[in-house]
């Protein structure tokens, strides 16, 4: 997958788990594995993970089984 597309599927699931407040230990698999399918994590996906974990972080997001 091309970094744009990678960067655009990540947005889209990162944007799933802050409209539902929930993250799954699968989504947030799938979330990380995807960020580093290329083994480059660029700015871009760098910038979505850092939103996520500072959502988590403040608990606006929370982790679920």
């Not at 970094?3 to 799938?30: C, F, P, V, Y």
Request: overall charge negative; aromatic content about 0%; glycine content about 8%.
């Amino acid at each position: 997958m091309k970094s744009g597309e990678t960067g655009g599927k990540l947005n889209d699931l990162i944007k799933k788990a802050i409209s539902d407040l929930e993250l799954t230990q699968d989504e947030h698999n799938e979330i990380l594995a995807l960020a580093s399918e290329d083994h480059v994590i660029d700015s871009q996906e760098r910038a979505l993970l850092g939103q996520l974990q500072e959502l988590i972080a403040n608990g606006t997001v929370k982790k679920v089984r």
